[in-house]
Structure formats: structure tokens, C-alpha cells
């Protein structure tokens, strides 16, 4: 598994259903935007008697009281309500737009109290997201007695706009977590945004909904002259991730912008090949190792590089020497699963943990330089990882479901990201074959997450099989990744 590196922390999710906070506001919530008014197809404060529909998908008990989030699917509109309970009682909607993590200081939207004589009352309409300004949102109705201090929250939920099907509502759940002024996802790392980054162009490819391709080029105007520039910095497997996302932005858009990015990152990754061990790319640029995962990333990016560029000759004989190079070390066991890396002494495998990342990421080489090659033993090693990989008590559960081996638990970091990036490289082989042979196991990823590790935002968590235990961008990604493989 990778060390850690200086990673964003994680920020504690705010989903909390009950919050007990004093009347002196000793917790408040951070300002991520001012409390203006939002406009879409209507502007904030609408009457909910003008909702074209009015879905309840949330609520909480407060000393008998029920606050209840009501959803307008068609408008994508939420307004909040109280009901058994007295006069002055109070009722508003929360929005955030990062999912729930933090909104807007003071905004409590629409607050309201219960007119004298009423047991009941309800908030105006407010918009769910920010169109104009790529606020992705979400809404939470609360309220509290009037003669106590204790508050009540729904959870966070949202309105099916842009979250039709469970793909596209994975899809907008993660772009909740993306940061419009740096491009990045916040929760997460920079490896780990590249995969991020690299869901959501797949969701698009396969959805169609094209509604977040704005992200491709915001993270590629801010990011292209960071690090090392083009997306290279001291890791070869981070600049291998990027490299793979830049050329499924390349098939997404036809910008040759992304082409020439991934050629830089590629040929990048080429400088650290070296004779050490009979050949392979370090690790890093300190060389402190050398590794399956940026190995296995530069046979994909390599072969895909060649199977983009007409006549190249380059690309394919990186590909072709770095799998003979692979194959020689023994990284592939009897079982035909991944282990981690080469024993800096011998030079061969090093018997370390079997993640899924290793597994899938190649496979999708393997799938990759097939493609270039037509090469049937090439095909049959990809086949016999693939099977491993979802068969093995190592990384499936006994109902089969993809499991690391750091589950349950805590995977750190990096560890959230490696099922998606493992999905994702077996759905390009089962794509390759005719007979799909990994369609009913993927399907199977993409249906137990969505039953079982799932919240009303529609955010992941760690393990498939649930119980969910918390989200972030890296989490949300490899359920995204499940999703466009078998959802």
C-alpha cells in the first residue's frame, strides 16, 4: 500500500440527524458563500403551494415535533416544515454546496415560526443548486421548539436534478466534493483526484450527461503548471494516474491538449526506467523502489498512447518491454494476483499485500496491449489476473463482494481509492470480450454498494457490503467507478 503523503485531511462530515447545540451558537457553521439569493429556472422563496411535486425523502423527531425536508423534483426546489407543534416554534432550510461539510454562516433560509393557532408551518422554496455558478448543492430542513435551545437537522439530501439514476446521482455526489477554485476534490489527495476526475469523464461517456465536462478543463487550466508541470511530480504512479485521466478526457473531448499532456506524463515516466533490477520505472525520483502500480500504469498509458497515434513505434515497445520486465519479476504469483513490489535485494516479487488496484489496474494494460497487439498471450494473462481477482478469497468477501485487505477498518488515504481504479480496469476487458465474462461480478459491485453503503445524498462509503462509515471524494470515486462498470 502507499505510504502516506501530505494528503488533504479529511473533513468530519456535518450529517449528523439530531444536533444539541446551545442557544449562545458555540457551534456554527463555516461561510462557504455569502446567503444571497439563488435564481434557476425560479429564485429563492418561491411557494411551496406552486411545487410541481413534493417528495419527502428525510426527517427528525424533536420532542414530538417531525421536521421534514420536502424535495420538488421537477423545479429542483426543497422547502422544510414542522409539524406537531406549537406556536413560535421554528422551522428553515440549510444549503451547502459541498455536500454538507459546511453552509452558509447565519443563512438558515426561509426561517420561520408557527403562527399563533397553528400546530404546523413551512419554510418558502429554495433552490437546491447554483447553476450559474457551479454550485452543486444540498438541502436540510431543521427547526427547534421555541422554548428550548435544542436544534434538529435532517440529513443532507438533494433533488434528482442531475441524479436521475443511480450513475448520475454517484456522479453528482462526487462533484460535490469538487473544489471550483482549485480543480481538485477536497477531501482527498492528488493521485486521488485524478481517479476522481477520471469517474466522472467516464460517468459522462457512459451517461451522456455531459453536465460536469466543465471540470475538465478547470482542473486542467489550474492544474497544467503545478508540481512539475504536466501533471508530473515526484511519484511515477501519480503522474501515470494523471496521464490515464488526460486520455480519457482526449477519447471524451478530442482536445490534443490531453493527448500531448499524457505523452509528457508518459515519456516522463520513461526517464526513470533504468537497468536496476533488469529494467521497470521507480517508484519515485528518489528511486526508493520499484513497484506493480506504476509499472502496470505505464503498460496502460504506453499501450493506449500507441493505440491513439497512428504509426507510432515508441509507445508500444515501452508497453511490450515493461510487461516482459513484469512478467520476469514474479510480481504475478501462482495465483495469478499482484503483489505489491520487488524485493530491492533480489529483485523479485516481494510477497507484499495483494490490493485491488494492482490486480485491475493490470488487467486494463494487459487489455490495453492485446488491443496493440493482437498478442494471445497477452490476452490469457489478463484473463487468468481477471479471474483471480474475482474469485480469490484474498479480495472478495464470501458473498463476493471486493473487499482490501485493509477492510473493515481503516484503509487511510490512499486505500479508498483502489476498488474503483480495480473496476475499472476489469470492465475494460469485459468490454473487450464478447462473451462479457465479469458483467454479472461487476454488476454485483454496483448493486450491494447502492443497497447497503449509500446515504440520502447519495454518497459511498468504504465497503460495498456497508455498513456506511464515512465519505470523502476518494470513497465516492470507486463507487462511481462500480457504478459505471456494472450499474
Known sequence: MRPLRALAAVLAAIVLTTLSISSAGAAQPSAVRPATAVCNTYCDGRDPALAAADRSPVSVTLFSRAITLHLDDTDAMGWASITNGSPADEVWVDRSFDGGRTWSSGSKLGDTTIPTGQTGWRTLMYNNDDWANHGIGALRACGKASDRSDIACTAWARTTWNAGNDRTAAATAEMEFYDYGTGLFDTTGWWNSANALNSVIDD???????????????????????????????YLDDTGWWGLTWLAAYDLTGDTDYLNTARTDDDYMASYWDSTCGGGVWWSTAKTGKNAIENSLYIELSAELHN????????????????????????????????????????????ATEWSYNQGVLVGGLTELY???????????????????????????????????????????????FKGADLRGLSKLNSLESSHPYTAYLQRQASTAHANDRDALDQYGLDFAGPLDSTDAARQQSALDALNAGG
Open 204 to 234: 459522462i461517456s457512459v451517461t451522456g450527461m455531459s453536465s460536469y465536462s466543465y471540470a475538465i478543463a478547470r482542473t486542467y487550466s489550474l492544474q497544467v503548471n503545478s508540481g512539475d508541470g504536466q501533471f508530473r511530480n515526484d
Open 308 to 351: 491513439r497515434i497512428s504509426g507510432d513505434t515508441t509507445y508500444l515497445q515501452r508497453a511490450q518491454a515493461d510487461w516482459s520486465w513484469f512478467q520476469g519479476t514474479g510480481m504475478v504469483n501462482s495465483s495469478h494476483l499482484v503483489n505489491d513490489g520487488v524485493n530491492g535485494s533480489t529483485c523479485k516479487n516481494n510477497g
Open 371 to 417: 488491443r496493440a497487439t493482437n498478442d494471445a498471450s497477452v490476452l490469457t494473462a489478463a484473463e487468468q489476473v481477471a479471474d483471480a481477482n474475482t474469485t480469490s478469497s484474498a479480495l472478495n468477501s464470501s458473498a463476493g463482494i471486493l473487499t482490501d485487505p485493509c477492510e473493515p477498518g481503516n484503509c487511510g488515504a490512499d486505500g479508498p481509492s
